[in-house]
């Protein structure tokens, strides 16, 4: 496996540290040496160093896939396979993906760029790539059947085509689709423009990231296919908080975050402390008369939307689905209810023969969220992620924009919490409490109907007896 590092000291072209791992030139004149990434880190920029400048994106916990050129052709070498991907830390999912991690890594290319993707296919059936959004000649759109043979495990395929439009697009299978995009089977790619577009900023910071949902019930590590809608992990490109990067920017900076949807339900996709203009979609930039402010945007399934906002408040500001259901992390489907049930010698017996197997809920759920009650070796609790003043009761779909005034330019690294200035955080009100006579004699805050009793109207709430931890 060639180290990362080689091409982020080297940038751009592989050709380097292919000599250096002594490949012959004739191996070289063929196929592309594939390059592996086995961590879910946020990678820095990978600044192009051949081919036409342009500003390269951050990958949120991903990175780009470095090509060679050959001839004045971006070569890229994918490998579809199976992939280990850590989900937060301490967790992990046996995916499908591309180069060692899911989702594959992003393919960053400019305008105009004649391009040839070589595509290994190292599953155990059958796969195809469908270059999502592009311009490009019918037989290398990629549906299996349709425009192409479908590749075979243990075969090579070539895709070759020019980056026509820029923008934000996909890619995924169009074979079996359904288990194969369950298993995790999809990446982004950004066409940067080749010259100043009318509708296309220079930003100082560029995001990606896809949104996609898996169902991996607790203590199992792979995936249910057959699940249409009840997924149970929420992710942000693979990855669940408090797993998910913060995206770390300074204060001023011009902030573009493109979000692509490969799941099976919209996301309303929320930004607080800031609103935003939505300036592309996977059809490519918006004229700039359709554009107005939001501070969430819906992302549909199959969609790519492009934000843009200045980041001029500092702080730590939330961004997250605004689907409560999708800030939360694994729960069993379908469990029983096993309060007051000591079955912990049986699940000791059944673990020996099915390693993950496990039951939740003898004392009620919330010894989930609180972890007194010990979690299955690989999972995250619902929720959780500590914040500076406690948990922040979050999981699934959601991470912080960082804005800090002291952030490097060009400058990713996490710097911590947000500092607060004197005087500018909510606090507890310690003065004196409102006179009691009046809800003692009307109800408590609402005037019963003239001519009956505040019995007559009492509503019975019953709060939950601890926390709000209840699903
Ligand atoms: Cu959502």
Known sequence: MTSRRNFLSGAGAITGAIAAASVSKVAMAALPEPVLQTKADTMPPLVPNTGRHYNPIVTLNGWTLPWR?????????????????EMSPGFKAHLWGYNGQSPGPTIEVVEGDRVRIFVTNKLPEHTSIHWHGQRLP??????????????????????????????????????????????????FWVTHPKARHPLIDEVDRDFVFLLNAYDVEPGAYTPKIMTMLDFNLWTFNSRIFPGIDSMNVRKNDKVRIRIGNLTMTNHPIHLHGHEFLVTGTDGGPTPKSTRWYEVTTD??????????????????????????HHTMNAMGHDVPTMIGVDHRKVVKDITNLVPDY?????????????????????TEPMMGGQGPFGSVEMGGMFTVVKVR???????????????HPPGTVAYEFKGALPDP?????????????????????EVQIRKPSSGHSGH
């Open 138 to 187: 019918n037989g290398m759109d990629g549906v299996g059947g349709l425009n192409q043979k479908a590749i075979d495990p243990g075969k090579t395929y070539v895709y070759e085509f020019v980056a026509r439009r820029p923008g934000t697009f996909m890619y995924h299978p169009h074979a079996d689709e359904m288990t194969q995009m369950a298993m995790g089977m999809m990446g």
């Open 437 to 457: 006579a009046r809800f003692q004699s009307e109800g408590s805050g609402s005037m019963p109907p003239k001519g009956r009793s505040r019995k007559d109207v």
């Open 69 to 85: 050129m050959n001839n004045g052709i971006k070569e890229f070498h994918l490998v579809a396979e199976p992939v280990v991907r």
């Open 405 to 419: 005034a002291d952030q490097k330019p060009r400058d990713y690294k996490n710097t911590g919490w947000f500092k």
């Open 299 to 324: 992302v549909a399934v199959g969609q790519m939307r492009q934000i843009e906002f200045l980041a001029d408040e500092e702080g730590d500001w939330a961004f997250h689905c605004h689907k409560s």
């Open 358 to 378: 496990m039951v939740m809920g003898e004392r009620g759920m919330a010894d989930m969220a609180e972890m007194t009650m010990p979690l299955p070796d690989n």
